[in-house]
């Protein structure tokens, strides 16, 4: 069965340091990988993907995620994380050879970056 | 362009009354989805819409659920009778068709918070 597995239900950071979010998927085929953040009362944003080419890809606000097929994994980062960023992140999954475009998202990641 | 909307925002009822959510899409949308947020857990995909077509419900939780979008452009879902353990937030999607660029990449709406009580 596909599923998503966001590890850790909160990040703490320090302003201006580095932050890695995790998520670890697993499904048959190809996997199409997003990142979605939802900052209070609004609705989800939708950060960045990993559809085909390089494992690195930048999205939005300064993040970035990195595609790793072999540890099955799409972790979020950012150099230098800002109090702003405090949200909470979503990993989802969508397999192309289902036939449906329908979302398998992860727990959740709560980041609290801290002045 | 408008964002995805729902309507409204926070919704209370009791236990065994009916509740109506409102998803409408960015125009122009064929690709409907809901999904919910029970408190502390994942987003669960509920159905999905093309146009006015249900072309996946697997996610439907019971018969207590039911969503239309009739004219294939705003979707309503009812709960009727509402239980407990439907609280949570419940989030409408939209992408384009097929012919409108990547149909994979969908757009939230700021979601419902209903609660049960």
């Known amino acids: 069965a596909q599923s998503v597995a966001q590890p850790e239900d909160q990040v703490n950071v320090a302003e201006g340091n580095p932050l890695t979010v995790k998520c670890t998927y697993s499904v048959s085929g190809n996997p199409y990988l997003f990142w979605y953040v939802q900052y209070p009362n609004r609705g989800l944003q939708f950060l960045l993907k990993y559809i085909t080419g390089d494992n690195l890809v930048k999205g939005s606000y300064g993040f970035e995620a990195e595609f790793n097929k072999s540890q099955t994994s799409f972790h979020l980062k950012k150099p230098s994380a800002l109090v702003s960023d405090s949200a909470l992140y979503f990993c989802a999954v969508r397999d192309p050879p289902s036939g449906t475009y329908k979302y398998i998202f992860g727990t959740g990641t709560r980041l609290k970056v801290l002045a | 362009e408008a964002g995805v909307t729902q309507f409204p925002s926070h919704s209370v009822i009791e236990k065994g009354q009916t509740v109506t959510l409102r998803c409408d899409p960015i125009?122009?949308?064929?690709?409907l989805y809901w999904y919910r947020r029970v408190m502390g857990k994942e987003i669960k995909f509920l159905l999905h819409?093309?146009?006015?077509?249900?072309?996946?419900e697997s996610g439907m939780p019971n018969n207590r659920f039911l969503a239309e979008r009739t004219g294939g452009t705003y979707s309503t879902l009812k709960v009727q009778p509402a239980e407990l353990e439907d609280s949570g937030v419940y989030f409408c999607a939209s992408s384009r068709g097929l012919a409108g660029g990547p149909a994979y990449e969908q757009y939230f709406g700021p979601g419902t918070r209903l609660t049960v009580t």
């Open positions: 125009s122009g949308h064929d690709n």
């Open positions: 819409f093309v146009k006015e077509s249900k072309q996946d």
